[in-house]
Each structure stands twice: as C-alpha cells, then as structure tokens.
C-alpha cells in the first residue's frame, strides 16, 4: 500500500514560493486500479514525480508498505518495486529494447518472453527487439516500449503518467487491455494512471480530481466519472502519433 500524507510541493517562481501540489493526502490500496485526473496544470504529472522520486515534496510524507519512502532516491525506490513510465519516454543511445527489458525485469528474460511484454503493447516484436532505443524510434513506438519495460518489471506499484500520449487509436484500445489484463492479475501490487481519457477512468476502481493542486474529490468510477464526462479537457482525444 501506498500512503500520501499532506504532501505539498512548492517551485521558486522569480523569487517567491509557488505552490505546485497542496496538502495532498491519498492512499493507494493494493490490488487497486486508481486513475487520477483533473485539469490541465493542475499538479497530477507533479504528483506521479513525486511518488517516484524524481521530485522531492517540499513537506509531508509518502510511506510505502508502512515504510517511510519520502527521502528515497528514484532508484531506490525503484528496489522497492515502484514502476513510473514518464508521459514523454527517456531514450537511451546505445541501449537495444531487448537491454531495457531485461534491466527492467531484473532478470535474464529469454527473448521469447521480452518479445511478450512487446506484442502485450501491440509492437511487432520481432521488428523492435534489437532495434536501439535512440531518434529513429518514434515519440509513440517510444512509449509503447517503456510501458512494456513497465510491464516486465511486475513492480509492487505501477505509474502511468499519461500512457496514452502519442498512441494511435487501435494501440489504445490494446493499451486499454493491457491494463485490464494486468488489473485482474494483481493481487498484492496496485496500478495508479494519471489520465484525461474516458475509456480509462472507465476501468478505474477508484478515480481522484486534482484540481490547483489539491484533492478535489475522490471516489468509485461509479460515483466520479458520471461528473467528470464532457467537463474533463481532452476526455475524447487521443493523439497520432505512430
């Protein structure tokens, strides 16, 4: 279980302290799909960053299985079985997908099994499995391969900034699936997506609204996102990319 407790994030902005992220408290069940979403600029990409480490919150507390986490580095959290798959993916020149698999896995994965995680996000696995991870690789093929990274890691928490930025529609749908297929296998981890689109708050068991960041309201898909369809921006769209 995750457990934020009144995380507030500030920046310096020409001198002064601007608030980012407000008082925000959020506990993250195990075996819980939980989206979060809200408007634009509202501190929901802010928030993933700080679950994973690579934001430090300014005051407040995560803990994670009880464990205060809150002064960890990335990559020890990582160790604890974090998974963050950025909303615009990292490439890595000189790095083979095959290579970023297994180092996600931890593991040797044979080839057969690294293709898996590839086809599971709807690549070609055989046409990407020894390509470089560098600029020939498109903004959406990109993203594909970190949430499969994601994927192989089996992580105790997985976060999901945006997944479905620069996916073409029928990945989406894949995207989608793939969620729910790894939803319905977790029992002692948790999935938590920081989303706009309706057909993903859709498979939310829980949805939380940031909103100038601070919690807005929280509750079942089926409390939260009849409010949210038509007033959530971008609910509707999914971009081209590949």
Same mark, same amino acid.
């Given at each position: 279980?995750?457990?934020?407790?009144?995380?507030?994030?500030?920046?310096?902005?020409?001198?002064?302290?601007?608030?980012?992220?407000?008082d925000v408290s959020l506990t993250i069940p195990d075996g819980r799909l939980v989206v979060v979403t809200g408007p634009n600029g509202g501190g929901k990409?802010?928030?993933?960053?700080?679950?994973?480490?690579?934001?430090?919150?300014?005051?407040?507390?995560?803990?994670?299985?009880?464990?205060?986490?809150?002064?960890?580095?990335?990559?020890?959290?990582?160790?604890?079985?974090?998974?963050?798959?950025?909303?615009?993916?990292?490439?890595?020149?000189?790095?083979?997908?095959?290579?970023?698999?297994?180092?996600?896995?931890?593991?040797?994965?044979?080839?057969?099994?690294?293709?898996?995680? $590839?086809?599971?996000?709807?690549?070609?696995?055989?046409?990407? *499995?020894?390509? #470089? /991870?560098?600029?020939?690789? &498109? +903004?959406?093929e990109l993203k594909r391969i970190e949430i499969a990274s994601v994927l192989a890691r089996d992580a105790k928490i997985s976060v999901f900034d945006e997944?479905?930025?620069?996916?073409?529609?029928?990945?989406?749908?894949?995207?989608?699936?793939?969620?729910?297929?790894?939803?319905?296998?977790?029992?002692?981890?948790?999935? $938590?997506?920081?989303?706009?689109?309706?057909?993903?708050?859709? *498979?939310?068991? #829980? /949805?939380?609204?940031?909103? &100038? +960041?601070?919690?807005?309201?929280?509750?079942?898909?089926?409390?939260?996102?009849?409010?949210?369809?038509?007033?959530?921006?971008?609910v509707k769209s999914c971009t081209r990319a590949v």
């Amino acid at each position: 279980m995750l457990e934020l407790r009144n995380i507030t994030f500030n920046v310096d902005d020409g001198g002064q302290d601007k608030e980012i992220i407000r008082d925000v408290s959020l506990t993250i069940p195990d075996g819980r799909l939980v989206v979060v979403t809200g408007p634009n600029g509202g501190g929901k990409s802010t928030l993933a960053r700080i679950i994973a480490g690579i934001e430090k919150p300014t005051s407040g507390q995560i803990l994670m299985d009880g464990e205060d986490i809150t002064e960890k580095t990335i990559t020890e959290r990582a160790r604890m079985g974090i998974g963050f798959a950025f909303q615009q993916p990292v490439r890595f020149k000189g790095i083979r997908v095959l290579d970023l698999i297994r180092l996600a896995a931890g593991k040797e994965l044979s080839v057969l099994d690294a293709c898996k995680y $590839l086809s599971a996000v709807g690549l070609c696995a055989r046409d990407y *499995i020894d390509r #470089e /991870i560098n600029n020939s690789l &498109s +903004g959406g093929e990109l993203k594909r391969i970190e949430i499969a990274s994601v994927l192989a890691r089996d992580a105790k928490i997985s976060v999901f900034d945006e997944p479905e930025a620069g996916i073409d529609l029928w990945s989406f749908q894949n995207l989608i699936d793939v969620f729910k297929k790894q939803h319905a296998k977790i029992k002692d981890s948790s999935i $938590l997506i920081i989303s706009h689109q309706e057909r993903i708050l859709s *498979i939310a068991d #829980e /949805i939380v609204v940031i909103s &100038s +960041g601070a919690v807005d309201r929280r509750g079942s898909r089926d409390e939260i996102l009849p409010s949210l369809i038509g007033t959530v921006s971008a609910v509707k769209s999914c971009t081209r990319a590949v």
